[in-house]
C-alpha cells in the first residue's frame, strides 16, 4: 500500500516563493489493505513515532514534522523546517553544500531559470 499526500508552503506565484512538496510512503504489515476505509489504514505517525514529532521537542532528538506555519517560529526562523526537509531528503538524494547543488538533484530545471524571479537574490549580491 502507497500513502502519498501534497502540501504547499509560501506567499503564492505572484508574491513571492512557493513550494509544492509531496511524499509517498509505501506500508507493509498489518491493516494495509487500500481497499479498506482509510480510517482503517495504518498510522504512520505510529510508526515513525520514533523518529519524528508533531511537536519541537527541546531534546531535538527527533525531526519536527507538521505544516510548515506549525513548525516556522520567529524566534527559531526557518532552522527546524531546514533541519526536518534537509534529514528527510538526505535519505533520497547526495547530500549538497549549497542551494543551486541541492535543486540540480531535485528539480535540475531550476537553477538557470532562478535569476528571473524578483524575490530571488544570491548571498553574496
Excluded at 63 to 81: F, I, T
Excluded at 109 to 119: D, F, I, K, M
Amino acid at each position: 500500500m502507497v500513502i502519498a499526500g501534497i502540501d504547499e508552503a509560501g506567499y503564492g506565484p505572484l508574491l513571492g516563493p512557493l513550494v509544492v512538496g509531496c511524499c509517498a510512503f509505501e506500508v507493509q504489515g498489518e491493516g494495509c489493505d487500500p481497499l479498506a476505509d482509510p480510517g482503517d489504514w495504518p498510522c504512520l505517525w505510529k510508526r515513525l513515532g520514533r523518529y519524528v514529532s508533531r511537536n519541537r521537542l527541546k531534546s531535538g532528538r527527533k525531526l519536527h514534522v507538521n505544516d510548515s506555519k506549525l513548525v516556522y517560529s520567529p524566534a527559531g526562523g526557518l532552522k527546524e523546517l531546514e533541519r526536518s526537509v534537509l534529514a528527510i531528503l538526505s535519505t533520497r538524494c547526495d547530500w549538497c553544500d549549497d542551494l543551486h547543488a541541492l535543486l540540480g538533484q531535485v528539480a535540475p530545471q531550476v537553477p538557470g531559470e532562478l535569476g528571473a524571479y524578483p524575490w530571488y537574490r544570491p548571498q553574496d549580491e
